[in-house]
């Protein structure tokens, strides 16, 4: 049962926060709506188990520390949310979140009273072209188009969009899509495939496909989802390159790849279909089946089953997620979408951490749920000193 002073289309977009499906537009229309009521917000999911009033004063119990998560890892924001006057998703087994929000004020309005702060910089991109000039994608026009060695592309809003023109020409010119840190951007490649690139990423692709295979290479993280193409009767598979180190093989299929080089593994997951993972020029490699991720570390792979896809790819809508995080992975993710640097004073905190947090908060928003948490980090403009 619904608290039933939310009305309906609010717990639908309550809903899709929790899981992690809602849009921007969608999280931005909740939070003004917050906004409007001035009240702090719990939301009741259906297999609750009791009613509506024990259960909620069990959450605020939880949240404001009156009972401690059993087990090793410690929930990261459930004091942060009661503690400071910020917009903060919190993730738990239960499943619920909470919002401890200033009066009046929305994410769409922080940004305008506070020029000093540092936000996620939204769709920011270069493309590189075949003869080494160079687009600025978020500078150009909506709908400017561009002619290129058998296709033809166009710019619009968060993404560039590429079409076969038909014409054998120079089919194996290459793009490369650039994403900074404190960015993101999507590609709809000439084969219909669309690619999400997350923060401080690049994907090299052909202009136009042809021959045999359809290959790019990526270097951070993306989603994929690939169409199926064949080639008379034969089906051309779409390989995935991360370098030297991993080759990822499809049809058709929806999958993650995080493969940054500060990461120590390659993790490649499942959502929807089949995918091949191995290791360029060797046989050693996996196949994953739906929901099964693939853990490429110190020179082999592990498979874990039934994992989390909201976790792979929360990204993609907006939400970092995290189980069993440790400090300095939380704190790459945080340099990479506010393009920032971290350096460490001293020994890091051995702690881990599950929970996550919403990229439209900014970072100093970001830096006092740290604190409440006990990880102490010093800001000196655009670097961050993670303390002992």
Known sequence: MEDPEVPEKYAELARKWLEGTATPAEQREY??????????????????????????????????????????????WFRAAVAASVSIVLLSAGGYFYWKKQQGTS????????????????????????????????????????????????KEEDK???????????MSAYNVLRVPRGGQFHVVLADGTRAWLNSESS??????????????????????????????NASVPFR?????????????????IMAYAAEKAIRTTLIEGSVSVSRPGSAQGVILKPLQESIYSDGSYHVKSDVDPGEAVSWKEGIIRYQGADIPTIMRQIERWYNVEVAYEGPVPQRSFNGG?????????????????????????RRLIVLP
């Open 31 to 76: 939070d003004e709506w917050f906004a409007e009521i001035g009240g702090d917000g719990v939301m009741i999911p259906g297999d609750r188990g009791d009613s509506d009033e024990a259960y909620r004063n069990r959450l605020f119990a939880r949240i404001s520390g009156r009972l401690r998560s059993e087990g090793r890892h410690r929930p990261l």
């Open 107 to 154: 994410k769409g309005t922080i940004a305008a009273t506070s020029p000093g702060e540092i936000y996620f910089a939204g769709n920011r991109a270069t493309l590189e072209l075949a003869d080494g000039s160079e687009l600025v994608l978020h500078e150009m026009a909506d709908g400017t188009r561009t002619e290129q060695d058998g296709a033809v592309f166009s």
């Open 160 to 170: 560039v969009v590429y079409q076969n023109k038909g014409t054998e020409a120079e």
């Open 203 to 232: 994907l090299r692709f052909p202009v136009a496909f042809t021959g045999a295979a359809r290959e790019v290479e990526l270097s951070g993280e993306a989603y994929f989802e690939v169409t199926k193409s064949r080639n008379g």
């Open 240 to 256: 995935v390159r991360v370098g030297k180190r991993e080759t990822v093989e499809v049809l058709g299929t929806h999958f993650n």
């Open 357 to 381: 947090i919403s990229r439209s908060s900014s970072l100093s928003q970001i830096l006092k749920i740290l604190e409440i948490n006990d990880i102490h980090v010093r800001a000196e403009g």
